[in-house]
């Protein structure tokens, strides 16, 4: 809680109850007798408090306490709830097992690359300095697939299904054969940008075949990433859930930001990845651009009169 000991104890009180109201009061039995279903509602508890009712625009708002973490919240909640006091002296333990429990849950994300393949947008942390990519857990009855995309339109603004937000109404408009002027403008009139006439957007939904994964040694937290190929690198990135994500950033990959989690673990594979996709694409490399270049450039042997071909500009890093 933040050391504000003026604030109104009856605006407190009640804001309180209907937080309870709403997230513990309706529990069902076997719920309030797991300590992790009690803690996931009591972390959907306390953004609902800060968000909307400590951030409400009003009078009363401004005298009530923050809590700058779910623990202390949890805590005043126990306290609060006479659902929960009877779990009182086992609160320290309760959390502890539900945090070692929420450290080890798979989580699912999206990388989004650029249409040349050597750039990735990435995430930086709500009032923090860290970079990451977009991600996060599964909801009940949710594919891992429709998390990565569901939490990537959350935390960006864009959606790789095209289901929502900006992305689903330019794919609507291409279905009706309208051009969208705002993605030739955002890729810079770049004729390549769609490589089959027949797709309607830049990018492919979410494939199976693009799946990055891997495991953490520590806690044995699977990682896994959908590769989404074709991201307009001016997209309006805007973050749909609030006090997640502050902003959202293309970066090359010769020059990551180093303060960075849960990124390096993919860059290799991420790497090997975009190889196979420029072969199928018939697009050469970074670096196999740069060696035709140099090459190009160079003076002919007697030997070798044959002039070196234009050689098209590509992307993996």
């Known amino acids: 809680m933040t050391n504000n000991n003026n604030y109104d104890k009856q ?3 009640e804001a309180f109850d209907e937080v309870h109201m709403k997230f513990i009061l309706n529990l069902p039995d076997e719920e309030l007798a797991s300590s992790d279903r009690i803690f996931f509602q009591l972390e959907q508890a306390w953004w609902f408090y800060d968000d909307f009712i400590c951030d409400a625009n009003t009078a009363t708002a401004k005298k009530l306490p923050r809590f700058k973490h779910m623990k202390p919240f949890s805590l005043a909640m126990f306290n609060f709830s006479p659902l929960l006091q009877p779990m ?19 989580t699912y994300g999206t990388i989004l690359l ?6 990735i ?13 977009p991600g996060g ?27 929502k937000g900006l992305c689903f109404e330019w794919r609507e408009r291409r279905e009706r054969g309208e051009i969208v002027e705002e993605l030739l403008l955002l890729n810079n009139n770049n004729d390549d940008y769609f490589q089959d006439e027949e797709e309607l957007l830049p990018w492919k939904s ?5 799946k990055l994964v891997y495991t953490e040694k520590d806690t044995n937290k699977r990682r896994t990433c959908y590769v989404c190929r ?13 006090k997640e994500v502050a902003e959202v950033a293309f970066y090359d990959f010769n020059s990551l930001p180093k303060n960075n989690y849960g990124l390096m673990p993919f860059i290799g594979q991420l790497k090997r990845w975009i190889k196979r996709d420029n072969k199928k694409r018939g697009i050469k490399s970074r670096e196999e651009s740069r060696a035709g270049s140099r090459s190009k450039n160079q003076t002919p042997s007697k030997q070798h009169n044959e002039t070196s071909s234009p050689t098209r500009k590509g992307s993996a890093p």
């Open 11 to 13: 605006a407190f009180e």
């Open 88 to 106: 009182l002296d086992e609160f320290d333990t309760m959390y502890a097992e539900f945090s070692k429990y929420k450290r080890s849950i798979s």
């Open 114 to 119: 650029n249409a040349e393949g050597t750039k």
């Open 121 to 133: 947008a990435l995430c930086r942390n709500w009032k923090g300095k860290s970079w990451t990519l």
């Open 137 to 163: 857990k599964v909801n009940q009855n949710e594919s891992g697939k429709d998390a990565a995309a569901r939490e990537t339109y959350e935390e960006t603004g864009f959606d790789p299904d095209s289901e």
């Open 206 to 210: 979410l494939q199976d075949g693009d």
């Open 230 to 242: 074709g991201v307009p690198e001016n997209f309006p990135f805007e973050p749909v859930a609030r």
